[in-house]
């Protein structure tokens, strides 16, 4: 029997497609198939019809074109209708399930988001969403066991240009959301695509609408991902699309990953927004509309972004990484009578709740075109909007490698010792569901450690009112971490190294500059 459980990450399925000298492929042809008819069992057992119509959808990924055959070939056996959508992008694989001309009772699209070309995935949905950790869990049974549904005569896929219909839908947002037919006219935007699915948002959302796209970048489909990661959050991707902006002049930036549930912007002068900056922008639109509402935000923000959020009448609700989580907990909140109308990310995942709870990152770029509008008119620009955000003096965001097999058990022992011994010598956050989240008096600053939700990694992210302070954060958590196995702690080391040589200080061995945790910890923002 085939052991799929592996492949399970949080609610999708996630595995190494290419095989490289060290690591053979564990997601393969073969696995896709039996995973896509075991997700067809389990749509017909959930819907009960015996045929179901199912949308096939995939990003740039090398391994795209041959997992959409090999699934295609599967269910064609099992008599399914089959609609074959092509490049698309994941949240119009969802809104496949609404648009009323296709109407499919579910999709699966083929992407692993912002991971490397050797990695692939598969994210299922029905009418309601996407599955859930639980379902999956069903549909992987299933395939571990062999089990499909066969009906009828052998079927034929249609190949459908469905993402003309969620590109009507977006113009029409823009349109109606500014009242004018050409609505961007005058406006220069670039858009970075980074080789993923997302350059359609280019040529076939923002052209029709007046814009010009001269200064866009990166916009062929390529699963190599030749130009830089496909990644709103990495930081050689913000910065290529800053230069872009301010060599071409452009009037915004914007830049999806791979398979366009996340996006992130650029400003006129440079100015990055993604982040802590993405979640007030985002909070900025929203609450005018929704006076008093709560904002649903992960764990990993500033403390400044409180402040902001506050300040313009909204509550914060920080909760578990993974969008998922947070549009989980949204839900829960809306069902309980509180108005949450966002659900949002770090990393870029954005969820409004009269776009279904989507985390659609051309949908969110939408809704911030309709406001810039509105702004180049008044001679303003979206820095206004986010100029109160107070940031922090200095940050680090460091990820450390986990190695071996049990990798997560590494992880839950240093969260579990890190929270112990910040209980002795520090102040833990009370507001905080994962990891360790604990601050730090002297260095006026805080410290963020916790498990990726995905990938055996270690993530560090470290924030800090005093210059110095982060170092000094960094130099005590090396002090910590460097008494456990499976834990790469080269990353951190190479931080303070660079942060000592900025500085021009004395390394922590020959200063014997210590943490000093003995004071009583005073600073308490958001504690």
């Not at 609609?83 to 579910?106: E, I, K, M, R």
């Not at 996340?262 to 985002?282: F, H, M, P, W, Y």
């Not at 929704?290 to 914060?316: C, K, N, W, Y």
Request: negative net charge.
């Amino acid at each position: 029997m085939a052991d799929y459980k592996i492949l399970k990450s949080g609610t999708d399925i996630r595995g190494r497609a290419i095989a490289s000298d060290d690591a053979p492929a564990i997601l393969t042809e073969r696995a896709v198939a039996d995973l896509a008819s075991a997700f067809v069992l389990w749509l017909t057992r959930r819907t009960g019809k015996n045929r179901i119509k199912l949308a096939i959808a995939r990003d740039s990924r090398l391994t795209g074109e041959s997992f959409t055959r090999a699934i295609i070939s599967a269910l064609r056996l099992t008599g399914q209708d089959i609609c074959d959508c092509g490049l698309f992008s994941t949240p119009a694989a969802y809104l496949v399930t609404q648009f009323p001309s296709v109407h499919a009772d579910g999709s699966i699209m083929i992407t692993a988001s912002h991971h490397p070309k050797d990695i692939n995935g598969l994210k299922f949905f029905t009418a309601d969403g996407g599955v859930n950790s639980a379902e999956l869990d069903e549909i992987i049974a299933l395939a571990e066991n062999g089990e499909t549904v066969t009906i009828g005569p052998r079927s034929i896929a249609i190949s459908r240009d469905c993402m003309r219909l969620y590109c009507d839908m977006l113009t029409d947002i823009i349109r109606k959301g500014t009242g004018l037919w050409l609505p961007l006219k005058g406006m220069k935007i670039a858009v970075d695509a980074g080789h993923g699915a997302g350059g359609f948002f280019a040529t076939r959302v923002l052209a029709p609408l007046g814009a010009d796209i001269s200064p866009s970048q990166f916009l062929e489909p390529d699963g190599e991902f030749p130009a830089h990661a496909p990644n709103p959050e990495n930081a050689e991707a913000m910065e290529s699309l800053k230069n872009r902006v301010l060599e071409t002049g452009a009037d915004l930036g914007v830049i999806f990953d791979a398979d366009a549930d996340r996006s992130a912007v650029v400003a006129s002068d440079g100015t990055e927004i993604n982040r802590s900056k993405l979640i007030a922008l985002a909070a900025s639109i929203v609450l005018p509309e929704h006076p008093g509402a709560t904002i649903v935000t992960d764990s990993v923000t500033t403390e400044g972004l409180r402040e902001f959020i506050e300040s313009r009448g909204g509550v914060q609700k920080r909760f578990r990484r993974g969008y998922r989580n947070v549009i989980d907990e949204a839900k829960r909140l809306n069902a309980s009578g509180v108005d949450a109308p966002l659900a949002i990310e770090s990393s870029g995942h954005a969820a409004f709740a009269e776009h279904y709870f989507l985390d659609d990152g051309a949908y969110f770029i939408a809704r911030i075109l309709v406001v810039l509008s509105a702004l180049r008119r008044e001679g303003s620009d979206l820095t206004e909007l986010i100029s109160e955000l107070r940031l922090p003096k200095e940050e680090a965001d460091i990820r450390l490698s986990l190695t071996g097999s049990n990798w997560r058990a590494t992880a839950t022992t240093v969260t579990e010792r890190l929270t112990s011994l910040s209980e002795r010598m520090l102040k833990l956050s009370n507001d905080n569901y994962e990891g360790v989240r604990a601050y730090v008096s002297h260095a006026k600053g805080y410290f963020i450690v916790r498990t990726s939700v995905h990938d055996p990694v270690l993530p560090i992210y470290i924030e800090s009112d005093k210059e110095g302070g982060a170092v000094q954060i960094a130099r005590f958590l090396k002090s910590f971490l460097y008494g456990f196995r499976g834990v790469d702690c080269a990353p951190l080391d190479d931080y303070i190294k660079k942060e000592e040589a900025r500085l021009g200080v004395e390394s922590e061995e020959e200063s014997g500059d210590g943490f000093g945790t003995a004071e009583e910890p005073s600073y308490d923002q958001g504690f």
